[in-house]
């Protein structure tokens, strides 16, 4: 009987666990700034054999430029405090990308508006 190879989700548990923690440590250590304290996090891919995941995230402030300045600057404090979170040898690079999905979903919903009309 062959095995079942178990890693075969083990990208996206990986990449959930640190949108998570992520998410835990923009609240608790951030809640403050501003601009930090208007990001969600919306979803976690991971890459390059879990070395690497990109976490895209939401902001109502529609100075993105800013937000995102800024969550470069503190990726490295942010990645410091996931090792100590995670219970894992390896702890991925992170990036933070900015999702303009509810963005695009709004002006599709306004073009589809405007040809019924």
């Known amino acids: 009987m062959k095995r079942q ?8 548990r990986v990449a959930s666990k640190v949108q998570t923690l992520v998410a835990e440590i923009l609240r608790d250590i951030y809640s403050d700034d501003k601009l930090i304290a208007g990001v969600s996090l919306v979803g ?16 109502h402030n529609p100075d ?8 470069d600057k503190i990726t490295r404090t942010v990645r410091y405090e996931l090792a100590a979170r995670m219970n894992q040898k ?3 690079e992170i990036r933070f990308e900015y999702d303009d999905t509810l963005e ?7 073009l589809l508006d405007n040809l019924g009309e």
């Open 5 to 12: 190879n178990n890693n075969s989700n083990r990208g996206a």
């Open 44 to 59: 976690a891919v991971a890459h390059g054999g879990l070395q690497f995941v990109r976490l895209f995230y939401y902001s």
């Open 64 to 71: 993105i430029n800013a937000v995102q300045n800024k969550l």
């Open 90 to 92: 390896y702890v991925p």
């Open 104 to 110: 695009r979903a709004q002006r599709i919903d306004a």
